[in-house]
């Protein structure tokens, strides 16, 4: 089964390897463009691969290749404040343009990957989770990877409210199967019962969790951020707590988009007042959080979930609260094809 799936997907790497030059191409771009309007990718990025624990991630090297195609191939790197504000006044943007963004706030996110957008001058909008800048908590889900990645267990039992659930942890293959099951059961808990749920996975693991960030989940400080700020790279507020705001009390999602939006005030020159939901899926968010954000004057937020932003939307006001965004791909051919005329196209079809 498993073979017959890794078949597949190479035959489809394959066909996007062969494919996705051709119908990039100027002529077929230029046709394609006439016929299904005007479309913009927001880019996320998350973190890099390390060789410490953090196996997933994008390597520097990655990112260089893809804004170097961008600046090649005449692409328009553009800020995500001008994306939103054409899209609220039904004007136009530069053709070919795409817009990065970086979630979370991790010290080699500013050390490394910011380097690298300003070396391009490639505009960033980098969503920090203000707690964990003031070292006040660290993100539950990174205290989820860290557990996981540091226990001397080879696997781990754990009683959920419904189930008990046994997972193997021998190796890192396995390590990571864990991890994103438990992050995705975790997700779906409410405040209290996810406080008590890693508490439970740390006593399973046999582990204590530290209460300061141990390496590498260290936040960037905001001496870093203000250093940055000045070399172009926009701040904007992802949450005090990297909590799901869905699963909060209203007083409490509330505090999250005002209270980080007010951190970022204090110790800012010039921040964006445009929100980045915690893990943004479909459900992570809804019209009370977007309700919370127009009434305190947000420009607008961005979500996960995958697509591109369609300029010619009539219903601006409203998508300007759920922006889609694509998490950076690891293949270059799926990188140029995300750039491209075939993701609007994949995106209409999907709708
Ligand atoms: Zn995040």
């Not at 463009?33 to 997933?56: A, D, K, W």
């Not at 990174?142 to 540091?150: E, K, P, Y």
């Amino acid at each position: 089964m498993l073979l017959y799936r890794d078949t597949i997907e190479l035959m489809k790497n394959t066909l996007r390897e062969l494919l996705v030059p051709v119908l990039t191409s100027r002529p077929v771009s230029a046709i394609a463009n006439r016929f299904l309007g005007r479309s913009v990718p927001i880019f996320s990025v998350h973190r890099l691969e390390q060789e410490v624990n953090i196996t997933t991630g994008i390597t520097p090297k990655h990112l260089r290749n893809c804004l170097n195609y961008l600046r090649s191939e005449g692409f328009q790197l553009v800020s995500l404040e001008d994306l939103i504000q054409a899209l609220l006044n039904h004007a136009t943007l530069p053709d070919k343009a795409v817009v990065f963004t970086m979630d979370d706030g991790y010290i080699e996110q500013a050390d490394i990957t910011a380097s690298i957008f300003i070396e391009f001058d490639c505009p960033l909008t980098f969503f920090v989770i203000t707690d964990m800048i003031d070292q006040v908590m660290w993100p539950w889900d990174a205290q989820v990877s860290w557990i996981i990645n540091n226990t001397s267990k080879t696997s781990l039992s754990i009683e959920l409210p419904d189930e008990l659930i046994h997972m193997d942890i021998s190796d890192s293959d396995s390590r990571n199967t864990a991890r994103q099951k438990i992050r995705d059961i975790f997700k779906e808990l409410d405040a209290e019962a996810l406080s008590a749920m890693i508490r439970r996975l740390a006593q399973a693991a046999g582990i204590a969790v530290p209460s300061i960030a141990p390496p590498p989940y260290q936040a960037l400080n905001w001496q870093t951020a203000r250093s940055l700020e000045q070399k172009g790279i926009r701040f904007a507020p992802h949450s005090r707590t990297h909590r799901i705001l869905s699963k909060l009390s209203g007083e409490s999602a509330r505090e999250e988009i005002t209270g980080s939006w007010q951190t970022l005030q204090r110790e800012l020159s010039n921040p964006l007042k445009v929100f980045c939901y915690p893990t943004g899926r479909l459900f992570d968010y809804g019209p009370r959080e977007i309700s919370y954000l127009h009434e305190a004057g947000f420009l607008g937020a961005t979500s996960s979930l995958p697509g591109v932003v369609d300029l010619l939307n009539d219903d601006a006001e409203q998508q300007v609260y759920c922006l889609p965004r694509i998490s950076l791909p690891n293949s270059m051919a799926y990188f140029i094809q995300c750039c491209s005329w075939i993701e609007h196209a994949n995106r209409n079809r999907s709708l």
